[in-house]
Every structure is written in C-alpha cells, then in structure tokens.
C-alpha cells in the first residue's frame, strides 16, 4: 500500500473511532509524536475549528532528523514549523499554558493557553 494510502487510512480512522470518544469526554488538548516536527491546531472537531473542540499538537521536534511535514493548507493548521525545540507546559485546574520554544534560540515560537 503506498505511504499516502496509508497516512489516509490511518486518518480516517482515528476521526472515526478516536475522535468522538476525546470530544465526548470534553478532551481539550491532545499531544502526539513520531513525526520529527511541529505543529498545533485550532480546537477542532470533524474538519472544523469549533469553541469545543480539541487541540491537536505534534510535539516531535527533537532528537531525531527533523522530517519535512506533510503539511497542507487546512482551516483548522494554525501553526507549524521544521525546526528542533521544546514544549514548557503549566497547568492548574482551570488553566493551562504551553510554550514552544526554538532550540536554537530558545525564544517562543508557538504559545496557546486553554481556560476551562
């Protein structure tokens, strides 16, 4: 199966079955991996930016060959970059902030916070 049918299957099948189980249980922030990058979503929820949905970030900027992302030009894509970094995120009961930092540099290049 080429790589393209693949990335889609998987796709479609965590919005299928994942999906709806982090919007009903009200999830507000979701961080993954593996792929070597960036990148951070608006709350979404079916291929939309919703007030309730959840954010969405790949957090694999570090350690390994940075990859260049498969990125395309979504509604929902609000931020992303190829470059190594670290996260700093603090949290309380009613908040949260996360903070993406450029290695090089150690400046912020991606900041969001989440209030319940």
């Known amino acids: 199966m080429p790589i393209k049918s693949i990335r889609e299957t998987t796709t479609t099948m965590l919005q299928l079955y994942?999906?709806?189980?982090?919007?009903?249980y009200h999830v507000d922030l979701c961080l993954v991996?593996?792929?070597?990058?960036?990148?951070?979503?608006?709350?979404?929820?079916?291929?939309?930016?919703v007030k309730d949905g959840v954010?969405?970030?790949?957090?694999?900027?570090?350690?390994?060959?940075?990859t260049n992302g498969f990125y395309l030009?979504?509604?929902?894509?609000?931020?992303?970059?190829?470059?190594?970094?670290?996260?700093?995120?603090?949290?309380?009961?009613?908040?949260l902030t996360f903070n993406y930092h450029h290695t090089s540099d150690d400046k912020i290049a991606d900041q969001f916070y989440l209030n319940k």
């Open 18 to 24: 994942i999906e709806p189980l982090l919007y009903k």
């Open 33 to 49: 991996a593996h792929i070597h990058s960036y990148e951070r979503t608006c709350p979404v929820y079916q291929n939309k930016c």
């Open 55 to 66: 954010t969405h970030v790949l957090i694999g900027m570090g350690g390994h060959e940075l």
């Open 73 to 95: 030009p979504i509604q929902w894509s609000i931020y992303h970059d190829i470059q190594f970094g670290y996260t700093h995120i603090s949290a309380n009961k009613t908040y």
